[in-house]
């Protein structure tokens, strides 16, 4: 077993219902390693289920929706900060799909916050904020703004910068990444005109082997909807990244011992 028994319940929640108490013990032991717990909350909600199972899940949804709470306080706070003295901000990753109330964000758990500033201005956003957070310089800008002054990546710089976090480093950690890649497609690929910017955006970054690699790995695992021209053919290197994004045991600790070795030594050699 691997994990994916833990993709098949969140790709298609009524797959649960077929479970034992082994198979469920499988599933939230590999659900909480990959941090998706309160994913797969949502996605089995209403669901008939067993107690303990359930009792399981709630936990896990009311420590995300804690998570999401404390995220939107952060994001009010930089607000407050930025947005008076003029400093434009695009909020990143999670905290971007959190503000734009995306279905990427739930079941988030990420604590950190992370904005795009101009270069010029990077040490002043750090001396007026009282927290610590990630910023980046001069990160893609083009999405829509909030009314609290921040700004959204645009649709396919979110998809990208989920890609680069899954892929970039060469060595893909965990289902979680895809899951999030999954979601925000599923969001946005029906928005006239978001394959070409999506293309258009990998190809300014020279990422689109990447998106190509990421769009096919997802729809494998999850049916997520891609266009076949981006996607491409299947590659051979595509088993080994769906071996290692799915090295789980049933008690969910990592698996595939040599594979994972093989995958880490490729991203040193590459960093």
């Known amino acids: 077993m691997d994990a994916r028994h833990l993709a098949k319940a969140l790709g298609n929640p009524a797959y649960v219902q077929g479970l034992d108490q082994r198979g469920w013990a499988a599933l939230l032991a590999m659900a909480d390693a990959e941090e998706l717990t309160a994913s797969l909350a949502w996605r089995v909600s209403g669901l008939a289920i067993s107690q303990d199972s359930q009792a399981h899940l709630t936990i896990a949804r009311e420590r995300a929706e804690e998570s999401r709470s404390a995220t939107l306080d ?28 995306l279905d990427a964000a739930r079941g988030s758990v990420g604590s950190e916050v992370a904005i795009a500033v101009p270069r010029e201005r990077e040490a002043e956003v750090r001396g007026r904020l009282p927290f610590r957070i990630r910023t980046v310089a001069n990160a893609d800008v083009g999405g829509a703004s909030l009314e609290n002054g921040l700004f959204l990546p645009a649709p396919e710089s979110m ?102 070795l093989a995958f880490r030594v490729r991203a040193r050699l590459r960093g």
């Open 74 to 101: 952060r994001i009010r706070a930089i607000a407050k900060e930025l947005a008076p003295a003029g400093i434009p901000a695009t909020l990143l990753d999670e905290a971007g799909w959190i503000a734009a109330g």
């Open 159 to 260: 998809v990208m910068d989920a890609v680069e976090a899954l892929l970039g480093s060469g060595d893909p950690k965990g289902l979680a990444g895809l899951w999030a890649i999954d979601r925000l497609i599923r969001e946005f690929s029906e928005v006239e005109g978001f394959w070409q910017r999506l293309h258009n955006c990998s190809a300014a970054r020279k990422c689109t082997p990447l998106l190509s690699r990421a769009l096919r790995l997802s729809h494998h695992l999850f049916e997520t909807p891609v266009d076949p021209w981006l996607a491409w053919e299947p590659r051979r290197g595509d088993i080994f990244y769906l071996g290692r994004i799915l090295a789980r045991n049933a008690r969910g600790e990592e698996s595939r011992r040599i594979l994972r």
